[in-house]
């Protein structure tokens, strides 16, 4: 019975070590900005699918972009957030919020350990108001690496 009440504490200060062990490595977080454009065409629906190394990228949190139709967080699948890729879409409710051109639809924060991440994006579909596809360009861009220690302070 004794060696029960162990197993927490136990657990404990293997997670504990584990985390240590991560900070030792010299885990980064920083972001990757997902960027599309549709031209001249208004975007009211996306999809993409974001390639990564799971070894040594970590998807921590997803949020939304800079315009007013596209600021809410994406949907995407939580598999996505411990796989080799992550599948991310959002649509505007209103078709007033469909806008034309370049803008940041999506944010994704990472936890990279062992240099530089190396993401991969790739346009599944993207639709106008109505419904009807159009041709949509994407990219994404990491943000300044921030280290574990920079993040506490």
């Given at each position: 019975?004794?060696?029960?009440?162990?197993?927490?504490?136990?657990?404990l200060?293997?997670?504990?070590?584990?985390?240590?062990?991560?900070?030792?490595?010299?885990?980064?977080?920083?972001?990757?900005?997902?960027?599309?454009?549709?031209?001249?065409?208004?975007?009211a629906?996306?999809?993409?699918?974001?390639?990564?190394?799971?070894?040594?990228?970590?998807?921590?949190?997803?949020?939304?972009?800079?315009?007013?139709?596209?600021?809410?967080?994406?949907?995407?699948?939580?598999?996505?957030?411990?796989?080799?890729?992550?599948?991310?879409?959002?649509?505007?409710?209103?078709?007033?919020?469909?806008?034309?051109?370049?803008?940041?639809?999506?944010?994704?924060?990472?936890?990279?350990?062992?240099?530089?991440?190396?993401?991969?994006?790739?346009?599944?579909?993207?639709?106008?108001?109505?419904?009807?596809?159009?041709?949509?360009?994407?990219?994404?861009?990491?943000?300044?690496?921030e280290?574990?220690?920079?993040?506490?302070?």
């Amino acid at each position: 019975m004794r060696h029960l009440c162990l197993l927490p504490g136990l657990s404990l200060l293997i997670l504990l070590f584990t985390a240590g062990a991560a900070e030792r490595e010299g885990a980064v977080f920083c972001a990757a900005d997902i960027h599309v454009d549709s031209g001249a065409e208004r975007l009211a629906a996306y999809q993409v699918e974001i390639t990564y190394d799971a070894a040594t990228v970590k998807i921590v949190g997803v949020e939304g972009g800079e315009t007013e139709g596209f600021r809410d967080a994406p949907r995407f699948d939580e598999r996505g957030m411990k796989g080799v890729r992550i599948i991310v879409a959002s649509f505007v409710t209103d078709d007033a919020l469909a806008a034309a051109g370049q803008h940041r639809v999506a944010r994704l924060h990472l936890r990279v350990e062992g240099g530089t991440p190396k993401l991969g994006v790739r346009v599944m579909t993207a639709c106008k108001p109505g419904g009807k596809r159009i041709r949509l360009e994407a990219t994404i861009s990491r943000t300044q690496p921030e280290t574990e220690q920079e993040k506490g302070a």
